[in-house]
Each structure stands twice: as C-alpha cells, then as structure tokens.
C-alpha cells in the first residue's frame, strides 16, 4: 500500500513540479512531512542537503531519498526499502516523460504563437514563487535554530547562510566549493 501512495504522491508532485528540482522541494516537504507524515522536518532537511551533494538533478535525488526513507520508517528494509527509492523515483519523472512525448511536435510547431508565449509568460512568475517557497520551507529551526534556544549555534547559522550567499552571489565562489567550505565551518563551529 505504502508504494500506491508514494507513487499516486510523487506522481501529482511531478505533474505539477513547474521550475525544475528546486520548484518541487516545496512540494515534496508539504506532501512527505506535513500531510503524509513520513518523514520529520529535520530527515527532508537532510534529504534536502544529501540531495544537492550528489550528482543529477535535485527533484530526482529527493524523490529517490525521499522514496527509500518512506518505505524504511515505515519498518521495511533492504530490497524493499530500495523499491520505495525506485517508484517515487519513477512516478516523479513519469509526468514529464508523458507529457514531452505529447506536447513536443506540438510545441515545435506552435512554439512562436502568441498563446504559447502567453502560456510561458504566466508560469515564469509561478516559478519564481516555488523556488521563493521552498526557500523560505528550509528557513525553520532545523536550519537555524532559535535565539532562544541556543544562541551560539543561530548566529553561526546565519553567518553561514550570509558567508555563502555572499561567496556565490559576489565573489563568485563554486557553490561545490561553498559547500564544503560550509561543511568544515559546521564541524568546527558546531561541534
């Protein structure tokens, strides 16, 4: 049942997932942690992490993460576990792949039409507001913790948070390189 739910989930994600990976993170934390319950807020924030660590694109390594940590919380394990990866995986790319093949002789076709331009014109701002969405879904208290809580480790998170987006947007850094800079900063900082 659970791999029914995943896939029906993941499938409405990828459906309407406009903007590429970084669009549908708002949507894949809404649908696993906050209606489903199948994960908790600091296990997607990981997801998320491990996600952009490793190679390909972010919508595809979250729904496999995502897939795979589902069906283990849920008590199953091993091959079982890696099936959850493979059908939220699946039903996250399965939306595109079917409406690529429909719409891409009619899109080369009408491509330069006032309607299409239209379409395009209205989903640009759409996607803006889903990357905006999933960036403020990652501001919570996992990522940076609460003045009143613990002081130290919110201050170390939003010079973090400043340092990096200083570092990429300015000077121009690798953001792999950002990354790992962050990484080792963490460690020595927080541990």
């Not at 939220?88 to 330069?112: D, E």
């Not at 973090?160 to 947007?169: D, S, Y």
Request: glycine content about 8%.
């Amino acid at each position: 049942m659970i791999y029914l739910e995943l896939f029906y989930t993941f499938f409405i994600i990828g459906l309407f997932g406009f903007g590429g990976g970084y669009g549908m993170l708002s949507l894949i934390q809404t649908e696993t942690v906050i209606n489903h319950h199948w994960l908790s807020s600091a296990e997607f924030t990981n997801i998320v992490a491990i996600s952009q660590m490793t190679p390909g694109p972010i919508g595809i390594n979250s729904a496999t993460y995502c897939g795979y940590t589902t069906v283990h919380n849920a008590g199953y394990s091993g091959a079982m576990a890696v099936l959850g990866s493979a059908t939220a995986t699946f039903a996250l790319v399965l939306p595109s792949l079917i409406l690529m093949l429909l719409i891409s002789k009619l899109f080369l076709k009408y491509m330069n039409t006032p309607v299409v331009q239209s379409i395009f014109g209205g989903l640009r701002p759409v996607v803006v507001g889903l990357l905006a969405a999933a960036t403020l879904l990652l501001c919570n208290a996992e990522n940076f913790s609460s003045p009143d809580v613990n002081m130290w480790q919110f201050c170390i998170s939003i010079f973090l948070f400043v340092a990096t987006f200083i570092g990429t947007m300015w000077l121009k850094i690798n953001p792999i390189r950002m990354i790992c800079y962050a990484a080792v900063a963490g460690l020595v900082l927080l541990y």
